[in-house]
């Protein structure tokens, strides 16, 4: 075990690397700061740019750079926002916590949906619930969630005015958010969570149990499910990393203060520590998330490890 703990470390290691190093070479595509900086300083000379750009520390060569960030990234101190001078490492912890919470509760209520409703699928596999959940799951795939976004906003907000439309104060306002994202997560894991279950019904052990006797509830969720959680436990850990990366368009139409709208709002005004920073800590999130799943996948299966 020990063994394989070292591997997945190494390769977590290695990944990271990467990430960092095309992450900081990447965003200076993205623009001159030191022009955003100078728009409204009326007329501006090259020399003034050169100094913004001293004081930004961009005339530093870029391994300089990238080494300046990789060592600060040890002490999670990223430097100070090019817009007003805020510690990175406060942003970052201002909205990390907002974004996890909802990446979390999108989670929950894709899995409180889906897996019912896949079981219900593999049981009555052909008939017409089989079919309407296979439907249903299908028209959650065509959705765009940014679309989805809207029209909860127009339905539970403006139509009925149950729900606050955006931001983010109370449990009222996690609902419309993790809902969106919660359907279109369901509309995969259902068609999961049926396959799995279709390949473990046909199991030799759930015919012993069923004709033992026992009731189609413990053979269904105590027996079945248990036997077929490794792959979707495994699936769900990925999602979940997979979240909080791609939950920036929901963040954006509700103005839910995490880590896609502080991306966002780096990427239009050119800001290189913050930018560099949230990809750099959403990528070990998802490293992180990537490497309890195989740990968790290993002590599961002696098998892994062996292999």
């Given at each position: 075990m020990a063994g394989f703990l070292i591997?997945?470390?190494?390769?977590?290691?290695?990944?990271?690397?990467?990430?960092?190093?095309?992450?900081?070479?990447?965003?200076?595509f993205t623009g001159d700061p030191a022009l955003m900086l100078a728009q409204g300083a009326?007329?501006?000379?090259?020399?003034?740019?050169?100094?913004?750009r001293e004081g930004l520390g961009l005339n530093q060569p870029f391994l300089s750079q990238y080494a300046d960030f990789i060592k600060g990234m040890f002490t999670l101190d990223f430097g100070r926002s090019f817009l007003g001078g805020t510690p990175v490492s406060q942003l970052i912890a201002s909205a990390l916590p907002a974004t996890m919470l909802l990446a979390f509760a999108s989670l929950i209520v894709s899995i409180a949906i889906s897996i019912p409703l896949g079981i219900r699928a593999a049981v009555a596999r052909g008939k017409w619930a089989d079919q309407t959940i296979r439907i249903l799951s299908l028209i959650g795939l065509?959705?765009?969630?940014?679309?989805?976004?809207i029209m909860l906003v127009l339905l539970f907000s403006i139509v009925l005015k149950w729900l606050p439309p955006s931001g983010m104060d109370g449990f009222a306002s996690f609902i419309m958010p993790a809902l969106t994202m919660g359907i279109i997560l369901t509309a995969t894991n259902v068609r999961l969570v049926r396959t799995a279950m279709l390949e473990t019904l046909?199991?030799?052990?759930?015919?012993?149990?069923?004709?033992k006797g026992l009731s189609e509830s413990k053979v269904l969720y105590k027996h079945a499910l248990r036997n077929c959680a490794i792959p979707l436990i495994t699936?769900?850990?990925?999602?979940?990393?997979?979240?909080?990366?791609?939950?920036v368009v929901v963040e954006l139409v509700f103005n839910w203060p995490g880590m896609g709208t502080l991306a966002f709002d780096a990427v239009a005004s050119r800001d290189y520590p913050v930018l560099q920073a949230v990809i750099t800590v959403l990528s070990l999130m998802i490293v992180f998330v990537n490497l309890l799943v195989d740990i968790a996948y290993g002590l599961v299966d002696p098998r892994i490890r062996t292999e």
């Open positions: 591997k997945r470390f190494l390769q977590a290691v290695f990944v990271v690397f990467v990430v960092t190093l095309t992450v900081s070479y990447a965003i200076r009326g007329s501006v000379t090259e020399e003034d740019l050169v100094r913004i065509s959705f765009p969630n940014f679309w989805l976004a046909q199991s030799q052990y759930i015919m012993v149990a069923r004709a699936y769900f850990g990925l999602q979940f990393g997979g979240l909080l990366g791609g939950i």
